[in-house]
């Protein structure tokens, strides 16, 4: 199974105000927040024409479907710690 991790290449395919289905194809890039909802970043590759290399944000709710063609690697997270105290 492929999972959706940034560097990811993918179809992602939304559904629009005409009820019709629309597709996205690109690199995922991670998620964004856009007001209070969640977007998905997602840079364009060249199959989008003028737009190949744009960055596109989709919100969630509009996905219908994700096909991860090809799964991003899987970075370590360092764990760091902000320093949040007042020392006077």
Do not use: Q, W
Request: aromatic residues 6%.
């Amino acid at each position: 199974m492929k999972n959706l991790l940034p560097g990811s290449r993918c179809i992602i395919y939304v559904s629009t105000s005409h009820e019709e289905i629309a597709k996205t194809v690109g690199t995922f890039e991670g998620f964004v927040p856009v007001g209070e909802e969640s977007s998905l970043c997602v840079v364009l590759d060249e199959s989008h024409g003028e737009l190949a290399g744009k960055t596109r944000l989709i919100p969630t709710n509009m996905i219908v479907a994700i096909d991860v063609l090809e799964e991003g690697e899987e970075e370590e997270m360092e764990e760091t710690y902000e320093e949040n105290h007042y020392y006077g």
